[in-house]
């Protein structure tokens, strides 16, 4: 049995805000394991309550500020140490840019095997409880299911967000400070400037339960989209095309080259729903689409479809919400 | 500048894709074409060569089986100077930590051959693979620091030295990153408008220079890459059952009502 071993949750957090996520990866690692969460960077104080609650048996912690200032590899280094001091039965991390470079540099260095993008990880079945977690992948534009292990050293897994509920049950969260000083060889890619984006006050689009999104045949007013999504305390999306138009933000598209959401529901509007587009909401729970094309291919994958007008059929829906809402 | 653009060849994303028997990705009854997000690196590489002060070069390299010189080729018809084709039957099946073993190799080779590269392009990912793992894995083979998810990249060679900035965007924020040269970057669908090689392109491409290397001409031995040698095993790849059939209703004034009322009976107001 793994059960006692340790798996270590690299936790997602910008200055000690901890995401959600983290919550998740901590639930997960408690299926293989004991939870262990890797806290790197400023702002633990404002953290470890979260981590507590989401469960965390143990705590690492490095304060470094080198780890928000330059890229990807301090994380690597102190991560390195601790698969070294820990021998840990899986390593987790959040399945976006940053923590799948991390997970890359991390699975070299070690010779582990590597797994991205997972929306599963199981324990494996007695048989072969020494081969490690099975993962579950969705590939192909969400069109196969794909399980899968790691056959090399520790196994390295990036999940995606919505991928468990997390588990309320609290753990004792012991800090264990990270002594180490980051060498200079991680220190050559230097962050010189960020800027953050002014939130939307909206929920954040990839841990949403629900997403209204809205592509060309919105014909650039967002506005209705925007007052679904409020009606239903949605995050908004978009497709490339209206981020290409200029009509909403890169950071809001949904896809291939955008951000991939997995919520309750998702809402396409005026969107023809290209493969690419597919790739990044295919695996919604529930798809409901709105667009004036009877034969748009989003259609295939609904299930509530609306054939009709965005502008007229959108406002109608906020207003029964409202209605119904008092 | 010595520019090296990573490129690879991946089946038709519009065509249906499956696997082998194997779970290895069925490569042969779709049509191949270089991966679209690594038009995108071509296109940064040939404009950060044409922009610098003094004369540069880009090499199309590229790893995969016989097939993949096409992507070489699409790359060196949209105006790179020359290309690398790794070919070996022992590379079937390869995973990104084997991948990147053999680029680094391959990038390590050109460097010792014909003089050393300063900068290193990849795609943000591969459209079948879409891990976007291996510009990182590379720049740790390779011990440089990585630039990745480029949205912008700027080089600047004033002081004799290349530095290279880019912005990028991250789940929060945007950020400028900044290295010395070498480095690995890898850049995103924002960045640039691909050309479309023209007829001269075209033409031209035929007379430049590819060269086909083996395993053992790159240095890596066989049993390290391939199938057999990957640090991962799918134990099962199934079809997703297609989703059942929804309801589609047309607008008859009610449209919004009705998807409202499914809203309610779902719980999802
Ligand atoms: C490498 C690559 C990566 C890509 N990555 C992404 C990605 O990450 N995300 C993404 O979204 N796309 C991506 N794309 C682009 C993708 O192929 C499509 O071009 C894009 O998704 C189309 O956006 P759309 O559905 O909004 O526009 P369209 O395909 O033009 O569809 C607009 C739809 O709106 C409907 N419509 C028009 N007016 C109305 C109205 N008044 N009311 C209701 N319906 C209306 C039309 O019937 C139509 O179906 C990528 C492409 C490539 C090549
Ligand atoms: N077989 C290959 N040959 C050349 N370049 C590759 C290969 N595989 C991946 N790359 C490069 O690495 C990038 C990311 O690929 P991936 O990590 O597979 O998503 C691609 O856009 C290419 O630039």
């Not at chain 1, 012991?174 to 980051?182: A, C, H, K, L, S």
């Not at chain 2, 084709?85 to 995973?95: P, Q, R």
Request: glycine letters at 10%; hydrophobic letters at 40%.
């Amino acid at each position: 049995m793994t059960g006692t071993r340790e798996v270590l949750v690299l936790v997602d957090h910008a200055d000690g805000s901890v995401r959600r996520t983290t919550g998740e990866l901590l639930t997960i690692a408690a299926r293989l394991g004991e939870p262990s969460a890797v806290f790197l960077g400023p702002g633990i104080d404002a953290a470890r309550e979260q981590l507590r609650a989401y469960g965390a048996a143990k705590v690492y912690v490095c304060d470094s500020a080198d780890v928000t200032d330059y890229l990807v590899v301090p994380q690597v280094e102190v991560l390195e140490h601790l698969v070294q001091r820990t021998s840990p039965a899986a390593v987790l991390l959040p399945s976006n840019p940053e923590g799948k470079e991390i997970a890359a540099r991390l699975a070299v260095r070690t010779g582990s095997g590597l797994i991205t993008d997972a929306v599963d990880v199981r324990a494996a079945t007695d048989a072969d409880a020494d081969a490690g977690p099975v993962t579950t992948q969705s590939v192909f534009a969400g069109g196969f299911s794909v399980q899968a292990r790691v056959t090399s050293g520790t196994p390295v897994i990036t999940v995606k967000p919505n991928s468990a509920t997390p588990d309320e049950t609290a753990g004792p969260g012991v800090e264990e400070p990270v002594e180490m000083t980051v060498s200079d060889d991680a220190k050559a890619a230097r962050v010189t400037g960020r800027e953050a984006r002014t939130s939307s006050g909206r929920p954040e689009l990839t841990e949403a339960s629900i997403v209204v999104s809205g592509g060309r045949g919105t014909g650039g007013d967002f506005g209705p989209v925007e007052d679904l999504a409020d009606a239903l305390g949605a995050a908004v999306g978009a497709s490339r095309a209206a981020v290409d138009s200029g009509w909403y933000p890169h950071s809001y598209q949904v896809g291939q080259t955008g951000k991939t959401v997995s919520p309750q529901l998702y809402v396409a509007c005026g969107i023809s729903g290209a493969i690419q587009h597919r790739a990044g909401m295919q695996t919604s729970k529930a798809i409901v689409a709105v667009n004036k094309d009877a034969e748009a291919p989003i259609f295939e994958l609904v299930d509530f479809g609306v054939v009709g007008d965005l502008t007229t059929v959108l406002p109608q829906v906020s207003e029964a919400i409202k209605a119904r809402k008092g | 500048m010595r520019i090296v653009v990573c490129v690879k060849l991946v089946p038709d994303a519009t065509a249906s894709r499956s696997f082998e028997p194997d779970h290895t990705v069925d490569r042969v009854s779709v049509d191949g074409l270089l991966s679209e997000l690594d038009e995108y690196a071509v296109e940064e590489a040939l404009r950060i060569r044409d922009a610098a002060s003094e004369d540069g070069e880009v090499v199309a390299v590229t790893m995969g089986p016989q097939a993949a010189a096409d992507a070489v080729r699409k790359s060196l018809q949209m105006g790179a100077d020359s290309g690398v084709h790794v070919l070996d039957e022992a590379i079937a099946g390869s995973d990104a930590p084997a991948t990147s073993l053999v680029l680094a190799a391959t990038l390590r080779k050109l460097g010792a051959d014909t003089g050393p590269v300063d900068l290193v392009v990849c795609g943000m990912a591969s459209t079948d693979g879409t891990m976007g793992v291996v510009p990182a894995m590379l720049a740790e083979r390779l011990g440089l620091p990585q630039l990745t998810y480029a949205n912008q990249v700027t080089v600047d060679d004033s002081n004799g030295a290349y530095r290279v900035q880019v912005r990028r965007d991250s789940d929060l924020a945007t950020e400028t990153v900044e290295a010395a040269a070498p480095v690995v970057v890898s850049v995103t669908d924002q960045i640039n408008e691909p050309r479309y090689p023209s007829f001269k392109g075209i033409m031209a491409a035929k007379k430049k220079p590819v060269q086909t290397w083996s395993l053992s001409d790159v240095g890596v031995d066989p049993a390290e890459v391939g199938l057999s040698a990957a640090w991962t095993a799918v134990v099962s790849a199934e079809a997703r059952p297609p989703r059942s059939a929804g309801t589609v209703v047309t607008d008859e004034g009610d449209g919004g009502t009705r998807l409202a009322e499914y809203l309610v009976e779902k719980k999802f107001v």
